[in-house]
């Protein structure tokens, strides 16, 4: 299937500190989500973007929808513990004749030092 | 409360007999999805279906099998042709048609030796 390239692979940062990581491709997607999952269970729903350009927040976590609709970031600000867990991009590609299915990066695995 | 649950969460077979893994959710979402997570990997996409009676092959349905025979369920069944079957199993489901949010059960660990 199709490709999402998700950097980076891993971070390791102080309690405080921001992040930022991002999603490319070489293709046109229609809407970006971004995903958290902890260890041992499932993928949880973070931010959906559905339009190029759009820029939206949940709490201390903002996500971008590029304007090229090849990329999306995902910035944390003043990370805390419990950020802690891998953090996946999700795409669904623009001209997709499969209906509904989404193309997933490979995460990052994101620790933080207290 | 509506939700999607996987059960079990731990699954343990014996090499060369077949194991199915049931999903079940109350959300009314019209689409569901079976996903395979190897360690320290993404997701890997198994079976979807978009409607009840209808469901179509992802990037890696050798060895696997499905069926919707309902709205609420979607149950994948590991068959002893899938050459490496222990992973951790992931379903989701989606409203689908335009809607692309696709939320997730909690999933369920296989273990095949």
């Known amino acids: 299937g199709q490709q999402l390239n998700q950097s980076p692979q891993s971070m390791f940062i102080q309690e405080g500190e921001d992040v930022s990581m991002n999603c490319t491709s070489s293709s046109i997607f229609n809407t970006w989500l971004w995903y958290k999952q902890d260890p041992g269970e499932g993928p949880v729903l973070l931010i959906a973007l559905y339009k190029a350009g759009e820029l939206t927040s949940n709490g201390r976590l903002t996500a971008q929808f590029g304007i090229t609709r090849k990329d999306s970031f995902l910035n944390i600000s003043a990370s805390i513990p419990s950020d802690v867990g891998i953090y996946f991009c999700?795409?669904?590609?623009?001209?997709?004749?499969?209906?509904?299915?989404?193309?997933f990066g490979e995460g990052t695995q994101l620790t933080v030092n207290p | 409360d509506g939700g999607i649950t996987q059960s079990p969460k731990y699954l343990f077979r014996k090499e060369g007999q077949n194991v199915t893994l049931s999903c079940e959710q109350n959300?009314?979402?019209?689409?569901m999805y079976w996903y395979r997570q190897d360690p320290g990997q993404g997701l890997r996409l198994i079976y979807y279906s978009q409607i009840v009676n209808d469901f179509q092959k992802g990037d890696i349905a050798e060895g696997y099998s499905v069926s919707r025979e309902k709205k609420e369920s979607f149950p994948l069944t590991v068959t002893s042709a899938q050459k490496n079957p222990t992973a951790f199993y992931l379903c989701a489901s989606s409203f689908g048609g335009g809607s692309y949010e696709q939320y997730f059960g909690p999933g369920t660990r296989l273990t095949v030796t």
């Open positions: 999700a795409g669904q590609l623009g001209g997709e004749t499969s209906g509904s299915r989404l193309t």
């Open positions: 959300l009314n979402h019209d689409a």
